[in-house]
Structures are given as C-alpha cells and as structure tokens.
C-alpha cells in the first residue's frame, strides 16, 4: 500500500508496544530505506529531536512509533495516520488519529482491526458519535498465520500461597517438652540448700539464739 500509493507522503504509524516499533521499524527499512524513523521512549532525546528534525524537513517519508507522539506534538501536514496495532483506549485513538486533517487540510486515518478489538471499536464509534467504515482486507495482502513472540498467548503465573501450619494442628514434630526441659527456676537459701544437701541443719558459723 505504502509502496503503491504516492500520497503517502507524511505518515504517522502507531504501535502499542516499543518493541514491536523497532520490529516493525526493521521490516519497513529492508523494503524503503532510509525511508523511515523511528521514536519511542527507550530512544535517547537527542536521537528523537534529530529524527523529529528530519521528519519535519521532508528527509523522512514517516515515523513509526507509540503513544509517546500522538499528543503535545505539533507536526504539521501528516497525510496519513496508520493505526498498525488498535488501541484499548478511546482517547489515545483520538489523539492519533488528529495528527492529521489539521488546519482545514485533509487527512486519512486507518486502523487494522481483529475480532478482539470489536469491543473497543465500540467505546471509540461512541465517543466520537459516528461508526467507523470498515473494509475488507485487500485479496492481494497475505496476512501470514505465523505469529511473532509478541502475540504468542501469555501464560499468566499462579501465585500458590502456601498455609502454614499452627502446632497444634501438627502431628509428633512438635511435641510436647521433656520434663527436664519443665524446670522452673525457685530461688531458695543457702541455708535450706544445706539442709538438704546433707540432711540436717547448718550449725556451724551460725550465732545461738
């Protein structure tokens, strides 16, 4: 299409997910290089301000790129706004797709769209009172079935808490102290320990009453 298609001057292409911008970004500069930039936030400033630059003066057919430029950026005279990956939220596909149509000009906004995005086409077609025209895909596209690692189904892990047992609910580990272990500590004097000791009464040393 972007091949095909001459007006295709300006382009804006938006990604969900800064890696999938840099997979997407690769793909395009095997076919237009050099053609091509690409933003998103694990680009240094300086980087981002030079594409931005080359963008701006016309060196750059188009940028992809995330959320990062579709709001407090003033780009002008952006042809097309390509919605590669839906977004889950209305707004941020509002502020896409008014990167262009700016100033009394004209501007085409596209967006691939799965059956999983059928709910969130709807919150959009609300917010902005009118439907969303949709078009079959071209019969000359090949839409390829091999999935990348980023849309491989993500297998949420299960926190297992384990309950830890009180002591009275478990068995002979924790059983119940020897007697010797019972003792308790009674102070006596040193007079009743001598008695004891040996029987009989300490006489010696001791005043007569």
């Known amino acids: 299409m972007v091949r095909e298609t001459e007006t295709m001057e300006r382009v804006l292409i938006f990604v969900n997910n800064k890696r999938i911008v840099d997979l997407v970004f690769e793909t395009l500069d095997e076919e237009f290089s050099e053609q091509f930039g690409v933003i998103h936030s694990n680009k240094s400033q300086n980087y981002r301000l030079n594409t931005m630059a080359s963008f701006q003066a016309g060196e750059l057919r188009g940028l992809v790129t995330t959320d990062i430029m579709a709001r407090g950026l003033d780009i002008s005279d952006i042809t097309h706004v390509i919605n590669l990956q839906f977004t889950d939220e209305p707004e941020k596909y509002m502020h896409r797709i008014g990167r262009t149509g700016r100033a009394d000009k004209k501007g085409v906004a596209l967006a691939f769209i799965t059956k999983a995005d059928a709910d969130y086409r709807m919150a959009i077609e609300e917010m902005m009172g009118c439907k969303i025209p949709v078009m079959k895909m071209p019969e000359e596209v090949e839409v390829s079935k091999e999935l990348t690692e980023y849309e491989m189904p993500q297998v949420a892990m299960k926190n297992v808490l ?5 002591p009275e609910d478990v068995g002979p580990a924790f ?10 500590n009674i102070k006596v004097r040193r007079a009743e320990a001598m008695k004891i000791k040996y029987k009989k009464p300490k006489t010696r040393g001791q005043k007569k009453k």
Do not use: F, L, S, T
């Open 162 to 166: 384990v309950k830890v047992a009180k």
């Open 175 to 184: 059983h119940e102290k020897k007697d010797k272990n019972k003792k308790v």
